[in-house]
Structures are given as C-alpha cells and as structure tokens.
C-alpha cells in the first residue's frame, strides 16, 4: 500500500452529533459538526465511532476498526473516502470521512419505481466502482464487501464506496498458475476443517448432511494482515459470497468482480441471483445455479454473466483486471477519464447549501458523542428496546438489510 496520509486529531467533546447516519455490526456512523473548528457549522462530515467495549464482545472488532482506519490513511480516489481525522479515547476509536448526503445505493433503489435502475443509470454508478476497484486491487487491497449498501452517494452526486473493515492486503498474482477450484481428492479431504467439509457437500452431493454454514468465531485462526497471494477468510455478505468462497477454495480479487456482478444483477432486476429460503440454500445456489435471466439478452446481461462465472479464473476481470471491464460492449463509448466531469449525475443529493441549512436545523440536541452514547445507555437501562427503535434515524431502516455473514474468519 501506499505511504500515509497525515490526518488531523479531533477531540471527541468538541463534535456535536446532528444525527445518526447509519448503524453497522461495528459502529455508529454519526452526522457531526465541529463547534470550535467550524462554529457555523458549514462543513458537517460522518464520523464512524467504534465503542471500545465491542472489542471485547463483538470478534476482533479491535483490529478491525484500526485496520479501517489505516486503509483509509492512505486511500486518494475520487470515489473513495479521504480520512479526515482520527480520535481515540478510553471509551471510543472514532474516524472522520466526509459525509455522503446522497444515502446509499440500496436506499436509493428502493426510491425509484419497480425499485430498479434503468440501464443507462447502471451504467453510470458501476464505471465509477469498476474505477474504485480498479483503485484498490492495484493497491493490493481486496475490497470484499462490495453491495449497494456500501456505496454511498455523495454531495456531487458520485459514488464513494465506504467500510473496508473486511478488506485485505494480496499479493499480486505470480506467473504460477491458481489452485484448481475444483475439489479436493478424497484422502486430502479429511484435514480440512467443518466449513470447507460442509463446502464439499454442497458441491458434490447436495446438502442433506450439511450442518451450519455459519463458521464459528471462536475455532477459527486469528486473521493476519501479512500478505499472501489468496486469503481464506470467510468473509462477505451472504447474497454477495462468491462460489470460491463458499467452497473454501481460498480467493482473491476476482471476489470483487463476482459482487459486481450480483450488484449489478440487483439494480437491473430488484433482487439477488442466488437468494434462496435459507442460507444454506443461498450457499447452494452460489456454487451451482446459473444465474436467470428474465427478457432480452443484451450487452448488460452479458456482462453479468461473465463476472457471475463459478470459476474465478474465467471470470471477467481474472487475467488482466479492470481493464477487461471496462472493454466490455457495455461500457462501449464511456470515456472513463472523464467520469469525475460529470456534473450532472443521475440523482443529486441536496446542494451544498441545502445541506448546511438542514444541518443546522437538525443539530438541536446539542449533544456531543459521548453524550449521545450515555444518553443512550441510560435510555437502554429504562425502558426495554423495540426493534424498530433500535434502527432509528438509520436510513436504511426501511429497506431490506443484510449483514455479513461472518467477519475475518479464517482457517
Ligand atoms: N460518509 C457517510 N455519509 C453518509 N452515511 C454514511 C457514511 N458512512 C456510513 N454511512 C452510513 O452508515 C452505515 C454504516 O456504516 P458502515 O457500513 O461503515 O458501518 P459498519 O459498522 O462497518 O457496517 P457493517 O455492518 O456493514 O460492517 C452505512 O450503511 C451508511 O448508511
């Protein structure tokens, strides 16, 4: 990876919480403003803070935060997030990005009727991921968390894809040719551990013995950061894990090219190729179901297709990366160096000014985050939490939400 971004320190008592952004498995994402840096309050920004006593509850939540932090420090894309300050405190590890007033891309889907993008809109939101993939892979960090609600929209109306807790340092390709995907012989299959036993199964004779697919925090290494050609870490969000994945095999930056090709599939047809009653279904599906195509095949489909191929080593974006990507008929006439010129995105979130002024007229409370967090404890402490309160002021709450499946896990 690249060197390290200097980063400004923030001091926790000075952010006033306008409001919660969003709520993910590691933190809080708050709107905030600067009291003593920016009394105006004109320059709102997110600022995702991890409580220091999930690192004790929720795995490795520890590493994982810093890890985000430290991918950040060194990101400079026009569709990926800047760090614009740190803080730590007894209780909290807190992060500043800028913030996206646009929502995300599952919020936005659900907005437009049929709750399907056209064509012309894909095309405009995944040349601006492939760049951002594009980015990341040639810095050797495999994303794996690619879905709709990890890519935000920002002020201009452009993407920023966010949350690289699950993300990863690879080592590029050699000229050695990749393992085989296929499976493993007989006697050799006995050393591998429950998931990739249960992957096995599911290739090879169906699912009646399968246990859990959920991999056990607990009985799994702890995950390192050194590099490594493949990584295999069980890691993703159940609709958006690649067959590789699934089976075990061990993956690499072909992972982000299959999610591409499942966001895509889901912005064209409003739903995931492969979701099936359960998990374990879904899992099945992944591994061995072609993915449907409902009315006429055209360049769209085609390249859905090719980056939904089960072997990795066929799929779109394998051999030579983006570059193959952005050859494809579908992107045929985009000039991709002039996507950051373009002023008028298919959705514009509020204007600047427009932001500042619900801004200020939100940032009633006054309080700041450590405030908002013995706030709500002491809320928690009273009165018995509903779900619906819990999701409060996310978003996302209305739209159909999905969790990784499991985090840095590895064996
Ligand atoms: N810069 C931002 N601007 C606006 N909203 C944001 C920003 N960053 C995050 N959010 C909102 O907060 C939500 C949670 O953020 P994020 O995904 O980083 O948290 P997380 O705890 O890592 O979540 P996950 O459970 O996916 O790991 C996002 O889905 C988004 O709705």
Redesign the pocket.
């Known amino acids: 990876m690249e060197e390290k971004k200097k980063t400004a320190e923030l001091d926790l008592e000075n952010l006033i919480v306008v409001k919660v952004?969003?709520?993910?498995?590691?933190?809080t994402?708050f709107l905030v403003i600067d009291r003593v840096n920016d009394p105006s309050g004109r320059c709102p920004f997110?600022l995702?803070v991890v409580e220091k006593s999930n690192f004790h509850t929720k795995f490795d939540a520890d590493r994982r935060a810093r890890w985000e932090v430290s991918v950040l420090a060194r990101l400079s894309d026009p569709f990926l997030?800047t760090l614009l300050g740190t803080l730590e405190t007894d209780e909290f590890l807190a992060w500043a990005?800028?913030?996206?007033p646009g929502?995300?891309l599952n919020v936005l889907r659900y907005r437009q009727t049929d709750r399907i993008f056209s064509p012309s809109v894909i095309r405009f939101y995944v040349a601006e991921i492939v760049c951002a993939l594009e980015y990341l892979h040639r810095m050797n960090v495999v994303y794996r968390d690619l879905k709709p609600?990890?890519v935000?929209i920002q002020q201009s109306g452009h993407v920023t894809l966010?949350?690289f807790?699950l993300s990863r340092i690879l080592t590029p390709r050699t000229s050695k040719p990749p393992e085989p995907t296929i499976p493993v012989p007989e006697n050799r299959r006995k050393h591998r551990r429950n998931l990739t036993r249960l992957m096995l199964v599911v290739t090879e004779k169906g699912l009646k013995k399968a246990k859990s697919a959920r991999v056990s925090p607990v009985s799994r290494r702890r995950p390192s950061f050194s590099n490594g050609e493949r990584s295999n870490s069980f890691v993703g969000t159940e609709e958006y894990v690649s067959p590789e994945v699934v089976r075990g095999d061990g993956h690499e930056f072909a992972v982000d090219w299959w999610a591409l090709g499942i966001l895509i599939y889901e912005m064209m047809y409003g739903e995931t190729p492969f979701r099936g009653k359960n998990r374990k279904e879904t899992f099945r599906n992944v591994v061995m179901k072609p993915p449907e195509f409902i009315g006429k095949r055209t360049a769209l489909t085609d390249l859905i297709e090719r980056l939904l191929e089960k072997d990795p080593t066929k799929r779109l974006g394998y051999k030579k990366g983006a570059v193959e990507i952005k050859e494809h008929e579908f992107f045929r006439g985009l000039k991709w160096d002039l996507l950051t010129e373009v002023s008028r995105p298919p959705f514009l979130a509020l204007t600047e000014e427009e932001t500042v002024k619900e801004t200020l007229l939100t940032a009633s409370t006054g309080m700041n985050v450590r405030e908002y967090f013995k706030n709500l404890r002491q809320q928690a402490a009273s009165i018995p939490q509903t779900p619906s309160q819990s999701t409060l002021n996310s978003?996302?709450s209305d739209c159909h939400c999905r969790?990784?499946v499991s985090s840095f896990t590895e064996f």
């Open positions: 952004l969003g709520k993910g498995a590691m933190g994402v997110a995702k997030p990005i800028p913030y996206c929502g995300d609600e990890n935000l966010t949350d807790d978003p996302s969790r990784n």
